[in-house]
């Protein structure tokens, strides 16, 4: 392992999808992890994961919670965010093929497409190249998977499919894929996002 996470709170936003996935690596890595689903519950926490599932689900137990404006405090405020599939929809700025009424949390300067494989390639496995966050291929889960279509300002790609089209971006803290690490027993991207946790603990201190 890596690095050090013991001191580490991260929270899984825990209104539906693959919750208890994340959970399981995130403790595997070390870190302290907790179930979100209230204001107390985020402020209690360094960084969230937003797992994948069904983006419009979530977004409607989010704001039913009265977590939307929470979660969007949050995250324009620094709060380090990973989001897997559902999740980064949830990030995104905009949402491409989103249902009627459907609402981001946003902060994630993107226009992700919900289900960008269509319904002929419902799920894929592919080793995806990753570089700044691992040397080796991350064998990569898609399952009904958003793609990411425009990149604003302040966003870097951090992984293409063979074909071009952007899987994994990153903006500041926050750090969105289309993919689904949790479900095959990798743990260096979620090792990565510790990583960068790490990271703004250390400058939130050296800030206060
Ligand atoms: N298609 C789902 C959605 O729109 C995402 C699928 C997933 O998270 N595996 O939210």
């Known amino acids: 392992m890596a690095g ?24 595997e890595l070390g870190a302290q992890v907790s179930k979100v689903r209230r204001p107390d519950e985020l402020a209690a926490v360094d960084a969230l994961v937003i ?6 689900v979530m977004d409607k137990l989010v704001r039913l919670f009265g977590m939307q404006q929470p979660l969007r405090d949050a995250i324009a405020s620094g709060l380090p965010v990973f989001g897997t599939c559902a999740g980064l929809i949830m990030m995104a700025d905009h949402i491409v093929d989103a249902i009627a009424e459907q609402e981001s949390l946003g902060g994630l300067h993107v226009d992700v497409r919900r289900n960008a494989f269509g319904t002929q390639i419902d799920s894929f496995e592919v080793d995806l190249e990753m ?53 095959n027993g990798d743990t260096r991207v979620h090792e990565y996002f510790l990583g960068r946790v790490a990271q703004s603990v250390v400058e939130k201190k050296a800030s206060i």
Do not use: C, K, M
Request: glycine share 12%.
């Open 4 to 27: 050090n996470f013991q001191h580490l709170r991260i929270g899984v936003l825990a209104f539906q999808g693959d919750v208890r996935e994340h959970i399981q690596v995130l403790e």
């Open 51 to 56: 797992p994948g599932g069904e983006s419009s």
């Open 131 to 183: 570089p700044g966050v691992t040397a080796e291929p991350v064998p990569a889960t898609f399952i009904r998977a958003p793609i990411v279509e425009r990149v604003g300002e302040g966003v870097r790609v951090i992984s293409q499919l063979a074909d071009g089209r952007i899987v994994a971006v990153e903006q500041g803290y926050l750090l969105g894929i289309s993919f689904h690490p949790e479900v």
